[in-house]
C-alpha cells in the first residue's frame, strides 16, 4: 500500500498546465481489453516521462482501471504502481475457481461464471482511492446499463462499484447494481469511449486502444468469443467517432504490440509493457516531429528555419 504521502493532492488543472509551462488542453482514452491492456502501462509511461499530464482521463473496463491509477498518482510512480499491480496478476486470481465453481454456476442458472472478489482485491492493492473526488485528475469510467441498453458516464461518487461495472464482462463477472441502475462492462457499447473525450474544450487526445488485436488473436475459449463479439461490435462506432473529430483536435493513436495470448493468461506482461513503451516513443517522436513541422509552415515563409 502507497504511503498517503506518495499521491499528489488534488489540484485544478490549470496549476498543473502553468506549472508545465503549457497551454494544450489534453485528454486521454484507454480502451478496454482484459489482459492486453497490460500494453497500457508502457504508453502511460512513455507519456510520463514526457510529462504529458492529461487534463481528463477516460476509461473503459481495463483501462477504466489504469486510468483510475494515473488519474489518482499522475507521475512515474503511478505507472511504477501500475507495472507492479499488473506483474503481480495471476489467471486464477482474475477468474477465481475451477471448472466445477464454473459448471456449478451454469446448473444453478447463476448470472455469472466467475466472482469478482479477485478485482475487488486487485482494485485494493492498486491503491484506487475510495471516490472520484479523491483523485488528482478528472476521471469518466464507460459502464453499461443492462436494463436498458444505455451508455453510462460515471464521475463521481464512489470509485470502486464503477470500476467494478466497467470490467463486469456480462456471463462471466456479476453485474454491478449501483446508482439505482443494473450495469455491466462498459465495451458493451463503448470500447473506446473516445467521444466522451470531446465533452470540454480538449486540443489533444492520446488513444490507447488495445481492443483492435482482440479481432486477430486465436479463438480458444468461450470467453475468447464473447470477448471477439464485443470488439466487433464496437469497431464500426470506433471508426465512426475517428472521423468525426474535428480538424482542430489532434489525435495520436498509441499502437499497441502483438499479443496472442489467452484471455486467462497473465504472463509475459513485462515484455509486453516494454514492447508497448517502445512503440510509443517512437510515435510521439513521429508527433512531435510533425507538430514542429506544421508550426513551421505556418510562419510567414521568411522567418521559416533553414535547414
Given at each position: 500500500?502507497?504511503?498517503?504521502?506518495?499521491?499528489?493532492?488534488?489540484?485544478?488543472?490549470?496549476?498543473f498546465r502553468r506549472r508545465l509551462g503549457r497551454s494544450t488542453r489534453t485528454a486521454f482514452v484507454l480502451?478496454?481489453?482484459?489482459?492486453?491492456?497490460v500494453a497500457q502501462v508502457g504508453m502511460l509511461r512513455a507519456l510520463m516521462e514526457r510529462d504529458v499530464v492529461p487534463d481528463v482521463i477516460i476509461g473503459c473496463s481495463a483501462g477504466a482501471f489504469n486510468g483510475a491509477t494515473i488519474a489518482a498518482a499522475p507521475s512515474l510512480r503511478g505507472v511504477e504502481r501500475l507495472e507492479a499491480t499488473?506483474?503481480?496478476?495471476?489467471?486464477d486470481e482474475v477468474f477465481p475457481g475451477g471448472r466445477l465453481t464454473r459448471a456449478w454456476n451454469l446448473l444453478t442458472r447463476d448470472d455469472h461464471l466467475f466472482s469478482n472478489q479477485g478485482l475487488r482485491d486487485i482494485f485494493l492493492r492498486g491503491d484506487t482511492p475510495g471516490t472520484f473526488a479523491e483523485l488528482v485528475i478528472p476521471?469518466?469510467?464507460?459502464a453499461a446499463d443492462l436494463d436498458t441498453g444505455e451508455e453510462v458516464v460515471f464521475t463521481s461518487g464512489p470509485l470502486q462499484p464503477a470500476l467494478l461495472a466497467s470490467a463486469a464482462l456480462p456471463g462471466i463477472y456479476p453485474p454491478i447494481r449501483h446508482d439505482g441502475r443494473t450495469l455491466v462492462d462498459g465495451a458493451v457499447v463503448d470500447t473506446v469511449p473516445l467521444s466522451h473525450a470531446l465533452a470540454g474544450p480538449i486540443d489533444r487526445i492520446y488513444v490507447m486502444n488495445v481492443a483492435g488485436d482482440l479481432l486477430v488473436r486465436p479463438l480458444r475459449?468461450?470467453?475468447?468469443v464473447a470477448v471477439r463479439a464485443f470488439a466487433i461490435s464496437r469497431k464500426q462506432r470506433f471508426e465512426l467517432e475517428v472521423r468525426s473529430i474535428p480538424e482542430t483536435i489532434e489525435v495520436v493513436h498509441l499502437p499497441p504490440p502483438i499479443d496472442e495470448r489467452e484471455l486467462f493468461d497473465f504472463s509475459g506482461g513485462k515484455a509486453l509493457i516494454e514492447s508497448a513503451y517502445e512503440l510509443a516513443c517512437q510515435t510521439l517522436d513521429e508527433a512531435d516531429a510533425a507538430r514542429r513541422r506544421r508550426r513551421q509552415l505556418r510562419r510567414p515563409w521568411w522567418r521559416r528555419e533553414v535547414g
Open positions: 500500500m502507497a504511503r498517503e504521502s506518495d499521491r499528489l493532492a488534488p489540484a485544478p488543472m490549470s496549476q480502451s478496454g481489453g482484459g489482459n492486453q491492456s499488473w506483474g503481480a496478476l495471476r489467471g476521471l469518466r469510467v464507460v475459449s468461450p470467453i475468447d
